[in-house]
């Protein structure tokens, strides 16, 4: 294991004694229940802590036995201040003679990245234009405002109803794309302001929870794409994804559903059913069930807000239909957007790769244009949202050559396409994953 030693603290009373560590020892920390972690070659016990991580126990339990420099970097816009957190964590450092990466990963290529960010910090693109996200919050309001001035205007008719629902949705949509940005710390530089307006955003504006949304998407930007840890690609046997999920269903004789139908069954059960159906139910018990009562406030402060508005207008039973149904929309758009740029990558178990190659594997981007930026809340840059999920969404342009070229030196697959061609891929490879099983099914 190497020496250890006595190091003196500040008040000049003895710090526990800090030891040196191999790869091979670190990596036996890997569970939730025993969880070691690597930053900058220190190693840190975060077992006992991670119940209080505000990102979530299971986010920092994903790189247990892991070099998580990378990662600690990219969630935290102050990684000096979080340093005062993990201090009393600290049991040692990597042995002398261990190299920084683990698992033989390109130390180059990790050492490049690095090199990007700090040039991407010193461009200051992480730095975001109060402006923008005023004049995208403004949108938001003035829908909501247009919405209730046609019905005060106009009466409550088919017309004016399914145009009001098409506001709504659209407000509804580009509300969740803003609550993202808060989410992820991207807007003000302390991160106590980003979480007292993505509470309003996502509470008030939305009625949902934003501890919620933080412990689910969180673990999606850390492990994207990977089984077991990315709560994205859970699909609860509805769906198989990938290339070896299918298989292994099919040689189990896994049959929950006719999976080789499932790029069919697709358009009746994800897109109308996942906002409406699954996430309120999510939401309202994970909020009840882990005491999120701020979250909870928020909530109820949309819903009284929604009803006083439109009952008037609808009843009781008008105004929770629209607001099911608006929902129903929203859930469309919701998810062509978001699986657009993960369900047709590599969808697999862990495979421990280095922070870049990661989450290249798992995304891919859009071509850019002004409809796609706001229809897509900028997530048709989701590559360079991935690589750096606390910088500002208009600033993802600006480094997207950077990221090119880098990719390009280490033959990393950088790819885009165009929006209507992403829809059809999701379709697509949720066939082929349909087709990898039946045969599986059938024949292993």
Known sequence: MGKGGEKGGGSGEPEAQ?????????????????NWLVIDRKVYNVTKWANRHPGGQRVISHWAGEDATDAFQAF???????????????????????PSQDRDKNSQLVEDFRTLRKTVEDMDLFRANPLFFSLYLGHIIVMEVLAWLMVSYFGNGWITTLILSCILTTSQAQAGWLQHDFGHLSVFKKSSWNHIVHK?????????????????????????????????VNMLHIFVLGDTQPVE??????????????????FLIFPPLLIPVYFQMQIISTMIKRRFWADLAWAISYYIRYFITYIPFYGVLGSLFLLTFVRFLESHWFVWVTQMNHIPMEIDSEKHRDWLSSQMAATCNIEQSFFNDWF??????????????????????????????????????????????????IVGSLKKSGDLWLDAYLHK
């Open 249 to 266: 269903y099919g040689k189990k004789k896994l049959k929950y559903l006719p999976y080789n139908h499932q790029h069919e069954y697709f």
């Open 18 to 34: 800090l030891r040196f560590y191999t790869w091979e020892e670190i990596q036996k920390h890997n569970l939730r229940t025993d």
């Open 376 to 425: 897509t809340g900028h997530l048709n840059f989701q590559i360079e949202h991935h690589l750096f999920p606390t910088m500002p969404r208009h600033n993802f342009w600006k480094v997207k050559p950077l990221v090119k070229s880098l990719c390009a030196k280490y033959g990393v697959q950088y790819e885009e396409k165009p929006l209507g061609k992403a829809f059809v891929d």
């Open 200 to 232: 309003f955003v996502i509470g008030h504006l939305k009625g949902a929870s934003a501890n919620w949304w933080n412990h689910r998407h969180f673990q999606h930007h850390a492990k994207p794409n990977i089984f077991k840890k990315d709560p994205d």
């Open 76 to 98: 935290h816009i102050n990684p000096t201040l979080v340093q005062k957190f993990l201090k009393p964590l600290l049991i040692g450092e990597l042995a002398p003679g261990e």
